[in-house]
């Protein structure tokens, strides 16, 4: 069983950064895709960025593309979003997700291990 652990969250001010990570369990972590979504309040979960099981490819969402930065660090089990210039609206729950086998995707269902989430909160 793979666990997912979020950090990083928190309250700041438009225009501020933010740098999540996200703690994987396993020996398998380099193997894995891996990618953040978020969920704001009555709105759907939403595809962030992924990060391919190499670091070489990344994906961003039109809404935060030139603005986050996915990472990882596979000898540390951990991938980052570093988020700049960040907006009201990037208010939401962030999640980390590990991406099925050969997937790297804007899909959940491309998802099948998942963290608890960590808040952000950007105040205008």
């Known amino acids: 069983q793979v666990q997912l652990v979020e950090s990083g969250g928190g309250l700041v001010e438009a225009g501020g950064s933010l740098r999540l990570s996200c703690a994987a369990s396993?020996?398998?972590?380099?193997?894995?895709?891996m990618g953040w979504f978020r969920q704001a309040p009555g709105k759907e979960r939403e595809f962030v960025a992924a990060?391919?099981?190499?670091?070489?490819?990344?994906y961003y969402a039109n809404s935060v593309k030139g603005r986050f930065i996915i990472s990882r660090d596979n000898a540390k089990n951990t991938v980052y979003l570093q988020m700049n210039s960040l907006k009201p609206e990037d208010t939401a729950v962030y999640y980390c997700?590990?991406?099925?086998?050969?997937?790297?995707?804007?899909?959940?269902?491309?998802?099948?291990?998942w963290g608890q989430g960590t808040q952000v909160t950007v105040s205008s």
């Open positions: 997700a590990r991406a099925r086998p050969y997937y790297t995707g804007r899909n959940l269902d491309e998802y099948d291990f």
């Open positions: 990060i391919r099981w190499n670091g070489e490819n990344t």
């Open positions: 396993g020996r398998t972590f380099s193997s894995y895709s």
